[in-house]
Nanobody, 116 residues
């Protein structure tokens, strides 16, 4: 079992920025294949936001491309999501997701609220 610790959520006005972080809590014995972020807006399904492959390539949803940047820290156990030019429609619970040793794991979620 892999525990993920998320941080960085909060409230911000439209146009503002937030930085989310997700760290693997314990020692791991295999490389993490993919680290990524999903979000679930109020009353909607969970949706893909961005991910980063261990080799460094990234993927983004069209709705956030150019505004959000996903990074993998040098320790290879922490990913960050820099969110700029936030919009009210970015309001959601944001979840970290990792693919490790063939299994997917989810963080507990962190709430991001963007007011107009």
């Amino acid at each position: 079992q892999v525990q993920l610790i998320e941080s960085g959520g909060g409230s911000v006005q439209a146009g503002g920025s937030l930085n989310l972080s997700c760290e693997v809590a314990e020692r791991i014995f295999h490389p993490i294949s993919i680290m990524g972020w999903y979000r679930q807006p109020p009353g909607k399904e969970r949706e893909f936001i961005a991910n980063i492959i261990s080799a460094g390539s990234t993927n983004y949803a069209a709705s956030v491309k150019g505004r959000f940047t996903i990074s993998l820290l040098i320790n290879k156990r922490t990913t960050t999501l820099q969110m700029n030019s936030l919009k009210p429609e970015d309001t959601a619970v944001y979840y970290c997701n990792v693919l490790y040793n063939g299994d997917y794991y989810w963080g507990q979620g962190t709430l991001v609220t963007v007011s107009s």
